[in-house]
Structures are given as C-alpha cells and as structure tokens.
C-alpha cells in the first residue's frame, strides 16, 4: 500500500523557519521524482520544489528560490523541505507528491497534506 506522510507544519511568525518531511512507503522511492505542492483556500494547487530521482537535481517555483530548500534521504524514504524567511503568503497545505513516468505509463501518488500558517 502507497503511503506518503507529511509532518512538520504549524504556525510560525513571519520570517521564521520550518522543516517539512515526508516519508514514503509502498513503492521504490529512489525511483521517483518528488515533489512539494501547496494549496490554498480558494487557489489552485502550486508546485514549489521537485527533486528528480537519480541526478537529485532540483527545481523552485520563483516565489520560493532562495527560501525555501528541498532535499532527499533515499535511505529513509523520505523528502523534506526547509522552508525559511516565511511569509503570511506561504500560508497553505503543503503536499508532498511521488511521481514517475515510463513507457508504461504515470505513476502519481499524493500525500494528505501539513498545513503551514505564517502569523504573527
């Protein structure tokens, strides 16, 4: 059974720090691109950083470069995410996604979500 458990959310002030995981299970995770997707009240889902699987080469959306830092334990099955120098913006669902795509097709899993509040 595929699993993907965020933790690591809460309220924090803004310009402060927090550092989301991410453990997987269920699937070959070293084979998997992964992924953080926000989503806020009334907005559509938003990537904000993917890591590739071998290469482990990452990309950020412009809104987070410089901020925020995703990273990969392949040993732990597991993803994080450091967010730092938070912002009232930044307030969402942060979801953690598994994807792989090969000649036979889409594999695509989600995580539940950890909700992040940026508030003084």
């Known amino acids: 059974q595929v699993q993907l458990v965020e933790a690591g959310g809460g309220l924090v002030q803004p310009g402060g720090s927090l550092r989301l995981s991410c453990a997987a299970s269920?699937?070959?995770?070293?084979?998997?691109?992964m992924s953080w997707y926000r989503q806020a009240p009334g907005k559509e889902r938003e990537l904000d950083a993917r890591?590739?699987?071998?290469?482990?080469?990452?990309t950020y959306a412009d809104s987070v470069k410089g901020r925020f830092t995703i990273s990969r334990d392949n040993a732990k099955n597991t993803v994080y995410l450091q967010m730092n120098s938070l912002k009232s913006e930044d307030t969402a669902v942060y979801l953690c996604?598994?994807?792989?795509?090969?000649?036979?097709?889409?594999?695509?899993?989600w995580g539940q979500g950890t909700q992040v509040t940026v508030s003084s």
């Open positions: 996604n598994a994807l792989r795509l090969s000649k036979l097709g889409r594999d695509d899993y």
């Open positions: 890591i590739t699987s071998v290469a482990g080469s990452t």
């Open positions: 269920g699937f070959t995770f070293s084979m998997y691109a």
